[in-house]
């Protein structure tokens, strides 16, 4: 079983940029697709991002295209976001998932999560 720890997050101005790191545990990890969501008080998890198997395929949230990238380093057992021109309604807590297909969306579809980090873009 996977098992994901997130880390890099923090509090940046709106426009400034943070990167994101999920490390995994794991000898599969290099098969499985991956994702980023996010969280704020209140709501249901969305989702921000997601990236096939071998990093050749990526599928964004429209909110953060062409502000985010998703990529990921198999021979780190790595997945990242890069997140660039932050605005406000980007804070929430980020989490890395797997455990569906790349195509998922939904938090409900997605069974191994990590702990989350805090992202807070003041403006």
């Known amino acids: 079983q996977v098992q994901l720890v997130e880390s890099g997050g923090g509090l940046v101005q709106a426009g400034g940029s943070l990167r994101l790191s999920c490390a995994a545990s794991?000898?599969?990890?290099?098969?499985?697709?991956m994702a980023w969501f996010r969280q704020t008080p209140g709501k249901e998890r969305e989702f921000v991002a997601s990236i096939s198997w071998n990093g050749a395929w990526t599928f964004y949230k429209d909110s953060v295209k062409g502000r985010f990238t998703i990529s990921r380093d198999n021979a780190k057992k790595t997945v990242y976001l890069q997140m660039n021109s932050l605005k406000p309604e980007d804070t929430g807590v980020y989490y890395c998932?797997?455990?569906?297909?790349?195509?998922?969306?939904?938090?409900?579809?997605?069974?191994?999560w990590g702990q989350g980090t805090q992202v807070t873009v003041s403006s």
């Open positions: 998932a797997t455990g569906a297909s790349r195509y998922s969306v939904s938090p409900r579809e997605y069974g191994v």
């Open positions: 794991g000898r599969s990890f290099s098969t499985y697709d």
